[in-house]
Nanobody, 126 residues
Framework: QVQLVESGGGLVQARGSLRLSCAAS????????MGWFRQAPGKEREFVAS????????NYADSVKGRFTISRDNAKNTVYLQMNSLKPEDTAVYYC???????????????????WGQGTQVTVSS
């Protein structure tokens, strides 16, 4: 069983920055790509970013490209999301997730991921 625990959310002013962390349990963290999603009130959960097992390839939603950076530290079983130049429309609960398959370029659909964290709230004030 894999457990994912997000942290680092909070309240920030527009144009500010936050760094989210997601700590994973178990010894297979480095075998799977990872992703970040978010869900705003009244909206569907949407893809934010993904990263391959080694961290060599990343992918971003157009809405965050150039502002957010996903990274991982396999020695610490942790994936990060650095969020800069935050906007009020970035307000959402942010979730990390483990990709369903190993050794692939990760997808951007919810069904591509099988384990999810409980989420961390990010609120950006204008």
């Amino acid at each position: 069983q894999v457990q994912l625990v997000e942290s680092g959310g909070g309240l920030v002013q527009a144009r500010g920055s936050l760094r989210l962390s997601c700590a994973a349990s178990g010894r297979t963290f480095d075998m799977y790509p990872m992703g970040w999603f978010r869900q705003a009130p009244g909206k569907e959960r949407e893809f934010v970013a993904s990263i391959t097992r080694s961290g060599g390839n990343t992918n971003y939603a157009d809405s965050v490209k150039g502002r957010f950076t996903i990274s991982r530290d396999n020695a610490k079983n942790t994936v990060y999301l650095q969020m800069n130049s935050l906007k009020p429309e970035d307000t959402a609960v942010y979730y990390c997730a483990r990709h369903r398959q190993r050794a692939v370029l990760p997808g951007s659909k919810i069904y591509d991921y099988d384990y999810w964290g409980q989420g961390t709230q990010v609120t950006v004030s204008s």
